[in-house]
């Protein structure tokens, strides 16, 4: 069992196969204390890590210095207050009007397993591979009831962290700051790693040292946005991809969020994540609870590498669901920015036709096929089938694209409505909008208020009707702009601070009513691109658009930060035209398929109208994806190079877990001209066998590819790649 309770000592051990994690309870006020999280040691007893040195260190001998006990100890759930002025998990307003809140540990319960989060994305697991402890706390005050929830992963080294508050006064309690997870610990003089980015250039990688005070990114757009990543890695400041400690939280949620590093004024380390408190307030009613979203935590002892396969087999194994969730993806063809909106079912059956012919097994109708919507200006909202372009209806269109051999998809924006449409000028009042205040537009559109029942309904029930009436096989579930003018129209004044978190479980529940009702259905979650690519969607959809950038290089630089935490099968990635529609640059066709086998695969381009030196090499990157997706999609992910730092090639390795085979994609950005060969080093390899690289046919032991490396020659030239298989022998 990976947790333990030392009764004497009051310490609780949770134990990962490398970490261990060790929170300990202090003083007669049971305050909850953490103790250690690192590299995995056999104590029982590290309780001398939270410096209180002899009794009088602790309020009940000493309440004259309660203040700085308060303010010094490390805390395992630290609230608002009552004298720690670091920052706080949990903040509330009584009916009084205080905000001070106080926990004190009560009792705790151990079990094999994990609970389902009610309405929320979690992790999951058999009773075999986790378990659960539940550190059951209360402010007496306040009668106020909070449980601190770990789940230990028995075969990972990642722990994950949720919080239930219950109310079991008489008068409503109102939660102004829920978080999920914080973590003390000593500053070693850390780094931190972060992903920032914007529109067509999501999860760039940010690397910088802490330093005193405050380090905050979050969002307040309504979706985990463009901007910022719910994710934030600690890391020793020589750590590399290969070497050093590593400590990562993640948010499972898709809606503003904050995470936080901050320098106290003791030089300890507080790390904190969870929902945004800005404009969060939820009314917590007599007899009500709420539930926090899930935090989860990986430390790794073997570098940003360790730390990135780690989070890969999680998500995997533990996240992702449904009937792809193991499974290789279709390939597909999207018309988007093959047709924009000018198409009709003639112009889609004859980019099928070609697709067909050439090993392509989906066709996806994109943004234009409803209402009256010819640009993107109308109809959001509208999801009924324009019959002047779908000539014949749906099923007409579906049929004949199945008799080709394909499968069908299609792309509805499910959470927008627009001015212009028919659903606005029935039902105005379900736009979000302040009452006298004339609302922002966006795109020329607004965001419905899914946060109430009867809007969601509708919106489901037209989608609904829209997937039974032919047989479609996925689903793009686009999302193209942020929220604003946040107004409930079904909330009152007291709990209008509800809005942004009901918005999103209005969100899980509609997409989770989308796989239940079809769970033969590949989702494919989207938000102007990668705006909402978070551990949240995963649950729903084992894939997401990873950006609306196309550009083979540009997407070296997007699909390295985001492999830094996800499965490259939850990657969106297609082959698309050139020049590219995102900023013109001209890539090799052979190119542009070697960075998007990195990802789910696909095309996204006119296939009747691509060179045909272009189109005669797609059976080939088909051939090539169904040679190498399952090693892509199952196998452990190497770093060798980044292109985002050396700004000349780009170098990654998937191994199979049983290291047997391995695939290494190398792209030369830039062909400089001073150099015959650029040596690599393999990664993940048992020394001592023996394997042969296919190219080549040489043969090699693990230990001189890792070691010694393998030369690549100059391809004389820019944006050229290349693929090396090895096998052992």
């Not at 697991?125 to 402890?133: F, I, K, P």
């Not at 001015?419 to 379900?430: A, E, G, I, K």
């Not at 729903?540 to 070296?556: K, M, V």
């Amino acid at each position: 069992m990976g947790i333990k309770f030392y009764e004497n000592s009051r310490i609780f051990k949770l134990d990962t196969p490398k970490s261990t994690y060790m929170i300990g309870i202090v003083d007669e006020e049971n305050f909850i204390g953490h103790i250690y999280y690192g590299r995995k040691v056999i104590d029982a007893d590290l309780s001398y890590m939270m410096r209180l040195h002899g009794s009088s260190d602790v309020p009940t001998k000493n309440s004259r210095d309660r203040v700085t006990f308060m303010d010094s100890m490390p805390m395992e759930y630290p609230t608002h207050g009552v004298g720690d002025f670091r920052e706080s998990c949990l903040s509330v307003k009584d009916h009084a009007g205080h905000s001070a809140c106080s926990l004190s540990y009560i009792s705790h319960r151990i079990y094999h397993g994990k609970q389902k989060l009610p309405g929320l994305p979690a992790t999951f697991a058999r009773e075999d591979e986790c378990t659960t402890l539940e550190l059951i706390c209360e402010d007496k005050a306040l009668q106020l009831q909070v449980t601190l929830v770990y789940n230990v992963f028995e075969k990972l080294d990642a722990i994950t962290r949720s919080v239930k508050i219950y109310n079991s006064s008489k008068n409503p309690i109102y939660l102004t700051k829920v978080l999920s997870a914080c973590l003390d610990m000593d500053n070693r003089d850390y780094d931190m790693i972060t992903l920032y980015g914007l529109w067509s250039r999501e999860r760039m990688i940010n690397r910088r040292r802490i330093t005193d005070g405050k380090q905050l990114i979050s969002s307040l757009r309504g979706v985990s946005s463009h901007q910022e990543q719910p994710f934030m890695a600690i890391l020793d400041k020589n750590a590399d991809e290969d070497h050093g400690e590593v400590f990562a939280l993640n948010l499972v949620y898709s809606g503003n969020f904050m995470a936080q590093a901050e320098i106290t004024q003791f030089t300890m380390l507080r790390a904190v994540i969870g929902i945004n408190p800005v404009d969060f307030c939820w009314k917590l009613d007599s007899e009500e609870s709420f539930t926090s979203p899930e935090a989860v935590m990986v430390y790794s002892n073997e570098g940003i590498g360790g730390m990135t396969r780690t989070f890969h087999d999680l998500y995997r194994n533990h996240l992702i669901r449904g009937q792809y969730k193991d499974k290789k993806r279709p390939i597909l063809i999207n018309n988007w920015e093959a047709t924009y909106f000018d198409f009709d079912t003639d112009k889609l059956l004859s980019i099928a036709r070609e697709a067909s012919k050439l090993g392509i097994e989906m066709l996806v109708m994109d943004d234009g096929w409803f209402g009256y919507r010819n640009d993107d200006n109308t109809s959001l909202g509208d999801w009924v089938v324009n019959e002047s372009k779908i000539k014949g209806g749906l099923k007409h269109l579906v049929d004949e694209v199945n008799k080709l051999g394909m499968k069908f998809g299609i792309w509805f924006e499910p959470e927008m409505i627009s001015p212009d449409s028919d659903l606005y000028r029935t039902h105005p009042d379900w736009a979000i909008q302040i009452p006298g205040r004339n609302p922002a537009l966006a795109r020329n559109q607004l965001v419905l208020d899914i946060s109430r029942k009867e809007v969601r309904d509708a919106v489901y029930d037209s989608m609904y009707k829209i997937l039974s009436e032919a047989n479609i096989e996925y689903v793009k579930w686009d999302m193209n702009r942020p929220l604003t003018d946040i107004a409930g129209a079904s909330l009152d004044s007291d709990t209008q601070g509800e809005f942004y978190h009901r918005y999103v479980l209005g969100l899980y529940e509609m997409q989770e009513r989308l796989v239940s009702d079809f769970p033969h259905i590949l989702l494919e979650n989207c938000s102007s691109g990668g705006g909402r690519f978070d551990p949240g969607m995963l649950y729903y959809s084992p894939q997401i658009w990873s950006s609306d950038n196309t550009d083979a290089i540009d997407r070296l630089r997007i699909q390295e930060g985001t492999a830094m935490i996800y499965p490259l099968s939850a990657m969106g990635a297609h082959v698309a035209d050139c020049p590219s529609h995102s900023n013109g640059r001209v890539t090799p066709f052979e190119t542009r398929g070697y960075v998007s086998l990195a990802g789910t695969f696909g095309y996204e381009l006119d296939i009747t109208k691509i060179p045909e030196e272009d189109r005669n090499m797609i059976p080939k990157q088909v051939a090539m994806y169904h040679k190498y997706n399952d090693l892509v999609r199952t196998g452990d992910y190497y770093r060798i190079a980044s292109y985002q730092m050396n700004h000349e090639y780009d170098c990654y390795e998937v191994v199979s877990k049983d290291k047997k085979e391995a695939l290494v994609t190398y792209i030369q950005v830039s062909g400089r001209p001073n150099y015959r060969t650029r040596r690599i080093r393999l990664k993940g390899l048992k020394e001592d066998a023996i394997y042969r690289i296919e190219e080549t046919g040489e043969e090699l032991s693990g230990g001189a590819l890792m070691y010694a490396g393998i030369n690549i020659e100059n391809m004389w030239g820019d944006y050229l790649g290349k693929l090396i298989h090895i096998v052992e022998i």
